[in-house]
């Protein structure tokens, strides 16, 4: 990999450690040319120190080193992306991130629709009499009706996605799925988990083959 060290006066590169899994943005730190070879070498990420002027493992102190995954160089030979395990919090404030955010698994739009969906469980937890105007929605009455209802609406929109698959509507397909999926968002709501812990099974699933 080549490196161009010597476009800054001190000799100092950026370097963005993003979490390998969550795929979130860690922290910003700087590295020389032998905090890199001693990156490599370790296979934990050791940064040039601009205040202490030497070299510096992160969790050399704390214990919350950051382990290795890849490596990346920008187009520019000047900016590395630094993807990590981390192990434990990665800011000296003891969040994950530098930025104060929690390292959560997010899956874009997805993630959105499980905040809503959160969202309208606690509000059917309101009596009916004490809810605001327009607080009623779809997914706050299938709270309302129940685990049986939920479950029912996700075997009905299960059978209605295999119809529509062996038919040759891919409009009418996408529909049923989207429906299925969204009902089963439900449902696992309802159950108290959310999608990252079905992540979490199929994960361990792939480590054991």
């Avoid at 739009?109 to 309101?126: G, Q, T």
């Avoid at 929109?157 to 989207?178: G, H, M, P, R, Y």
Wanted: hydrophobic letters at 35%; proline letters at 2%.
């Amino acid at each position: 990999m080549k490196i161009d060290f010597n476009k800054s006066e001190d000799s100092l590169i950026p370097v963005i450690i993003q979490d390998s899994v969550t795929k979130n943005v860690l922290m910003l730190g700087y590295m020389n040319e032998e905090a890199y070879l001693k990156t490599n070498q370790e296979n934990k990420v050791t940064f040039y120190s601009r205040r202490k002027n030497r070299l510096w493992t992160k969790g050399e102190e704390s214990g919350n080193y950051l382990e290795v995954v890849n490596i990346k160089n920008d187009c520019d030979n000047d900016t590395l992306l630094i993807s990590v395990i981390p192990h434990g919090p990665t800011c000296h404030k003891g969040t994950d991130t530098c930025w104060g955010e929690g390292n959560l698994q997010e899956y874009g739009f997805i993630s959105e629709l499980e905040a809503i969906i959160e969202d309208r469980k606690k509000n059917s937890e309101i009596s009916p009499d004490l809810r605001q105007k327009g607080d009623s929605s779809y997914v706050t009455s299938l709270f309302d009706a129940g685990m049986n209802k939920i479950a029912q609406k996700v075997g009905e929109e299960a059978v209605e996605t295999v119809i529509e698959a062996k038919d040759d509507n891919d409009d009418l397909f996408l529909n049923e799925s989207a429906d299925l999926l969204f009902h089963y968002l439900i449902l696992l709501k309802a159950k108290g988990f959310e999608l990252s812990d079905i992540v979490e099974v199929l994960k361990k699933r792939h480590a054991k083959k």
